[in-house]
T-cell receptor, first 116, second 112 residues
Framework: SQTIHQWPATLVQPVGSPLSLECTVE??????LYWYRQAAGRGLQLLFY??????ISSEVPQNLSASRPQDRQFILSSKKLLLSDSGFYLC???????????????FGEGSRLTVL | GNSVTQMEGPVTLSEEAFLTINCTYT??????LFWYVQYPGEGLQLLLK?????DKGSNKGFEATYRKETTSFHLEKGSVQVSDSAVYFC???????????FGGGTRVLVKP
């Protein structure tokens, strides 16, 4: 069966420090991968999605970047964190872009980032 | 653009009470509608869905009906349990789209 893991689960970082959140999927090949963020009191916002190795689509301009160095690995990064980067980050995968239309989007447990 | 609005929480209920979480949406065309649930310490998981007007999605005692005339997809459960305590997200995707638009989430706390 397919599983998705992301880490770390909780992170407290000072302003200006770098960030790396990692997400891996097991049990499937060539998944579509997504990073979402939930800021306090707001809905889940799609940040990035990837349909293959090295292919990243950015949804909103921001202080973050994403990379996909391997088929089942998706990394969210920042060179210098801002206070506004605080939030709950969720990685997700689907077997296809069309899978999203049937609700077949599977989420990790999330990473809570606090920037001080 | 697309948007989803759902009632703010937290919603606190007693066990066996009736639960309604309102969700309305703005979208062109005929989107598919979803409810996702996030139990404490877990990722989001699909609870139910509806892909066309008047469809009713149901799962685990929860129901929601796709109402195009009121652009709504309210979630209901007739008798909640403590185990239903979670955050509930309403979401949509456009007919030919590949990106989910989520509401802000509603935290539900059921007390014994």
């Amino acid at each position: 069966s397919q599983t998705i893991h992301q880490w770390p689960a909780t992170l407290v970082q000072p302003v200006g420090s770098p960030l790396s959140l990692e997400c891996t999927v097991e049990g499937t090949s060539n998944p579509n991968l997504y990073w979402y963020r939930q800021a306090a009191g707001r809905g889940l916002q799609l940040l990035f999605y990837s349909v293959g190795i090295g292919q990243i689509s950015s949804e909103v301009p921001q202080n973050l970047s994403a990379s996909r160095p391997q088929d089942r690995q998706f990394i969210l990064s920042s060179k210098k964190l801002l206070l506004s980067d605080s939030g709950f980050y969720l990685c997700a995968w689907s077997a296809s872009l069309a899978g999203v239309r049937t609700g077949e989007l599977f989420f990790g447990e999330g990473s809570r980032l606090t920037v001080l | 653009g697309n948007s989803v609005t759902q009632m703010e929480g937290p919603v606190t209920l007693s066990e066996e009470a009736f639960l309604t979480i309102n969700c309305t949406y703005t979208a062109t065309g005929y989107p598919s509608l979803f409810w996702y649930v996030q139990y404490p310490g877990e990722g989001l998981q699909l609870l139910l869905k509806a892909t066309k007007a008047d469809d009713k999605g149901s799962n685990k005692g929860f129901e929601a009906t796709y109402r195009k005339e009121t652009t709504s997809f309210h979630l209901e459960k007739g008798s909640v349990q403590v185990s239903d305590s979670a955050v509930y997200f309403c979401a949509l995707v456009k007919a030919a789209g590949n990106k989910l638009t989520f509401g802000g989430g509603t935290r539900v706390l059921v007390k014994p």
